[in-house]
T-cell receptor
Framework: QKEVEQNSGPLSVPEGAIASLNCTYS??????FFWYRQYSGKSPELIMF????GDKEDGRFTAQLNKASQYVSLLIRDSQPSDSATYLCAAKLYNQGGKLIFGQGTELSVKP | DAGVTQSPTHLIKTRGQHVTLRCSPI?????VSWYQQVLGQGPQFIFQYYEKEERGRGNFPDRFSARQFPNYSSELNVNALLLGDSALYLCASSLDAGVISGANVLTFGAGSRLTVL
């Protein structure tokens, strides 16, 4: 079992729709969770992080964390073609500062 | 302000050769981490350095080594290159070691793309 798993893509949504990206993790020692966006040929850029159960909103993005179910999600409202990228979910274990455990990524395609 | 800078951006090596990749963190950041990203996969942790000391090591062979300098810049060295070492090597910096804060955020550089022939 992979430590961090993401739903397989590619995920295709029409422009203006809500895109839902999901991630599960196996280690209950995971402390915080990060969503990165990576455009083709580029490096990952941080969208947001979450470490408390519940929802965290930042503009069009909402991260959701459920530690009991070991589940993290990212919702993108009003999806735009510029949101088309690979989204990486990462977990950080307690006491391991620089080590993020990444999932394999989910490719999102937003169609005009 | 300059972000995380990496050099070189692209390089081609042959099997058995050695490579050195360089990274300068964001000004004020004292921690540098290295990741390897193979095409189609998420980044994999290689090393973390904080205040010139190794703070973490991933599941990579001893052919991989790194160090951090007094100015917090860092080098990643890979010896005896294999075809499987072909990947994007990412350097990320953060303010501190991130041991206590769950919100320790890593900022990635543009990466060094290594091709081993």
């Amino acid at each position: 079992q992979k430590e961090v798993e993401q739903n397989s893509g590619p995920l295709s949504v029409p422009e203006g729709a809500i895109a839902s990206l999901n991630c599960t993790y196996s280690d209950r020692g995971s402390q915080s969770f990060f969503w990165y966006r990576q455009y083709s040929g580029k490096s990952p850029e941080l969208i947001m992080f979450i470490y408390s159960n519940g929802d965290k909103e930042d503009g069009r993005f909402t991260a959701q964390l459920n530690k009991a179910s070991q589940y993290v999600s990212l919702l993108i409202r009003d999806s735009q073609p510029s949101d088309s990228a690979t989204y990486l979910c990462a977990a950080k274990l307690y006491n391991q500062g620089g080590k993020l455990i990444f999932g394999q990524g989910t490719e999102l395609s937003v169609k005009p | 302000d300059a972000g995380v800078t990496q050099s070189p951006t692209h390089l081609i090596k042959t099997r058995g050769q050695h490579v050195t990749l360089r990274c300068s963190p964001i000004s004020g950041h004292k921690s540098v981490s290295w990741y390897q990203q193979v095409l189609g996969q998420g980044p994999q942790f290689i090393f973390q350095y904080y205040e010139k000391e190794e703070r973490g090591r991933g599941n990579f062979p001893d052919r991989f080594s790194a160090r951090q300098f007094p100015n917090y810049s860092s080098e990643l060295n890979v010896n005896a290159l294999l075809l499987g070492d072909s990947a994007l090597y990412l350097c990320a910096s953060s303010l501190d070691a991130g041991v206590i804060s769950g919100a320790n955020v890593l900022t990635f550089g543009a990466g060094s793309r290594l091709t081993v022939l």
